[in-house]
């Protein structure tokens, strides 16, 4: 499985931006997918993930009300759709598959290799 980011770029402060993950290789059906962001010497963090069918969504609570994860399984696709950014929204972001959801890294069995988001004015 193979996972590409796409959508990330430069933003205002309180702006918004969407991102894609589109898999090839696999079918997406199988995986729960998540988005994680790493930012200038932090650790990775994961901030939302979808279950393989969509029932369910998780967000950390520094995302929550701002940003909605989805996903098009017919078009091998998840998205992240991002509200309201700030400044402290600047990272990499990876999309991530995994048999459930996870917010911890060694439960991941494939990465994208990310897309940049910057917020600034």
């Known amino acids: 499985l193979q996972l590409v980011e796409s959508g990330g770029g430069l933003v205002q402060p309180g702006g918004s931006l969407r991102l894609s993950c589109v898999a090839s290789?696999?079918?997406?059906?199988?995986?729960?997918i998540g988005w994680w962001r790493q930012a200038p010497g932090k650790e990775r963090e994961g901030i939302s993930c979808i279950t393989d069918t969509s029932s369910n969504t998780y967000y950390t609570n520094s995302v929550k009300d701002r940003f909605t994860i989805s996903r098009d399984n017919a078009k091998n696709t998840v998205y992240l759709q991002m509200h309201s950014l700030k400044p402290e929204d600047t990272a990499v972001y990876y999309c991530?598959?995994?048999?459930?959801?996870?917010?911890?890294?060694?439960?991941?069995?494939?990465w994208g290799k990310g897309t940049l988001v910057t917020v600034s004015p």
């Open positions: 991530a598959a995994s048999i459930i959801c996870t917010f911890a890294t060694s439960g991941v069995d494939y």
């Open positions: 290789g696999e079918t997406l059906d199988n995986y729960a």
